[in-house]
């Protein structure tokens, strides 16, 4: 009874093996880029109808990995013969089962090796941005030739052409003659982009030659930005558009060992030596995720990988670093600084973290300490009853709910009074003269500006300052209707000044202005 059991169960095995086989998803592909390459296949007679194939199927292996279609990877082919031919065109294969059926079906042409036509094509058509069926403008293009070396033709001039279009020309020759020839024409650097192999031996250039092409052709398909001290956002291109899935979202810290939960739940990763992460889960019409959660001043690794039943896509990466712990205050200033109040500003505020700012002040260089709270709402407050012309260190400081506190400080100075004069007289001497008297309120002026200005003309005027122990000037040689005018000088500002006009009678009389 066991050994019948056994028979059937190894039966079943059997069967379902084959089934499984089958069903297997298809290997990834790189959706890693986006351009226009055009391959140059010499199929003259100078190429054997063995060789042909051999490059071929060269060709095949080195493209099934990438994504094809509008937003990714664009394949042409033209062959050179004495009618050179283009095979298909950009806007020919979107996918690769139809591009590898169409590899296959290709036939030589035979003829001559009419590569300078074949350029011309090229040029004019192909990899012409915005012709019919030609290359996507501002995408990368490349023509990747493949010779067997023979007789090549002056091709030196149209690839340069090329080149100054901003066409990426690589090389693959499977002979070895015209090796100065074929250096000229590549872009360089040469030694990635001219390859020179037995035609038997092409398989061990394939990925050398197709990470030369990943290099031109590489779009940005992921990146991060809002990148804050918690948080960050990953933006990606989407490659699932029309096609039912999801995009899942693995981030977690770079180190060995380290910690990572999201909205999609969280785990730990083999392949990443056991490093717990985080695991969101986007719709497939997404091309954005919110990473929350993280730790101020850490790098992460972020993985998106494209699922669907219907095409399978390889995993994306990127590295990014928070941004460092910033706690308040992380900077205070001082502004509408008046004669007995300042107003004084902090920041960032951080109400989630932060209880409440205390503000402390006190005059230069040992005056008496004040104090008073602020609301964690609040990054400014108005400091009153200040002394004028005075000098002051305020400190704000942040009790944050971490039990941590911060203080800055800063220096803060209240404007000096300047009050305008109390007094000013004039008495008319003569015809001409007249005696200017004033009066001051506060002591301690640094001096006086005094300015006269004839009423007909704005020629006739004078300015000129006057020492601090001067309440007195003459003023002579004056047109008729002048106006005199005095303002007291500080240390900082000149004060309100006071005018008066002089008219000049045949009898002498007093002109004033009392404050």
Avoid at 7 to 25: I, V
Avoid at 226 to 252: C, H, I, K, M
Avoid at 293 to 309: C, F, H, I, Q, V
């Amino acid at each position: 009874m066991e050994s019948h059991a056994s028979f059937t169960w190894m039966l079943l095995c059997l069967l379902l093996r084959p089934m499984a086989a089958q069903n297997t998803a298809p290997e990834g592909v790189l959706n890693c880029c986006e351009g226009d390459v055009l391959f140059l296949l010499d199929s003259s007679g100078s190429v054997s109808s063995y060789e042909h194939s051999r490059m071929l199927t060269f060709l095949s292996e080195l493209l099934r990995p990438f994504s094809l279609g509008e937003d990714q990877v664009r394949v042409g082919l033209l062959q050179v013969g004495t009618q050179p031919r283009v095979e298909f065109g950009f806007d020919t294969h979107s996918t690769q089962g139809g591009l590898q059926g169409a590899l296959k079906n290709t036939k030589p042409l035979r003829g001559d090796t009419n590569t300078v036509e074949a350029l011309r094509m090229a040029k004019e058509r192909v990899l012409r941005p915005g012709a019919p069926g030609g290359a996507r403008a501002g995408l990368p293009r490349v023509l990747v030739w493949l010779t067997d070396g023979v007789k090549p033709g002056d091709v030196v001039g149209p690839m340069a052409e090329l080149r100054e279009e901003g066409v990426a020309v690589l090389v693959v020759s499977t002979g070895h003659g015209n090796y100065l020839v074929l250096r000229q024409v590549v872009s360089p650097p040469v030694e990635s982009h001219l390859y020179f192999v037995d035609i038997d031996d092409l398989s061990i250039i394939t990925d050398d030659l197709r990470d030369a092409i990943i290099e031109i052709i590489r779009a940005e398909r992921i990146n991060v930005r809002d990148v804050s001290t918690n948080s960050a956002t990953l933006q990606w291109r989407p490659v699932l558009s029309g096609l039912t899935g999801y995009y899942e979202v693995r981030f977690a810290p770079v180190q060995t060992g380290g910690a990572g939960g999201g909205g999609g739940g969280s785990g730990t990763s083999p392949s990443t030596g056991g490093i717990q992460y985080q695991r969101l889960i986007e719709g497939a019409d997404s091309n954005t995720a919110r990473l929350t959660g993280l730790k101020p001043d850490t790098t992460y690794t972020a993985t998106l990988t494209p699922e669907s039943n219907e095409q399978s896509f390889n995993a994306l990466s990127v590295t990014f670093k928070t941004k460092p712990e910033v706690m308040s205050p992380a900077t205070v200033t001082v502004s509408e600084s008046g004669e007995t109040s300042v107003r004084v500003s902090w920041g960032p505020l951080q109400p989630e973290t932060v209880t409440s700012y205390y503000v402390e002040y006190s005059a230069l260089p040992r005056g008496k300490l004040h104090a008073t709270t602020v609301s964690r709402t609040q990054n400014s407050t108005l400091l009153r009853g200040l002394q004028p012309d005075t000098t002051y260190l305020v400190t704000v400081s942040a009790r944050h709910t971490s039990g941590k506190e911060k203080a800055m400080s800063v220096k803060a100075c209240t404007q000096e009074v300047t009050p305008a004069l109390a007094d000013l007289q004039l008495t008319t001497v003569g015809s001409d003269s007249v005696q200017v008297d004033w009066k001051v309120s506060v002591p301690g002026l640094r001096g006086y500006w005094l300015t006269w200005e004839g009423e007909q003309s704005s020629d006739q005027r004078s300015s000129f300052y006057l020492p601090p122990d001067s309440l007195s000037t003459r003023l002579t040689n004056l047109p008729p209707s002048t106006r005199v005018c005095v303002s007291p000088i500080y240390r900082t500002a000149r004060g309100e000044g006071l005018c008066c006009t002089a008219e000049f009678h045949s009898n002498a009389l007093a002109y004033g202005y009392q404050s």
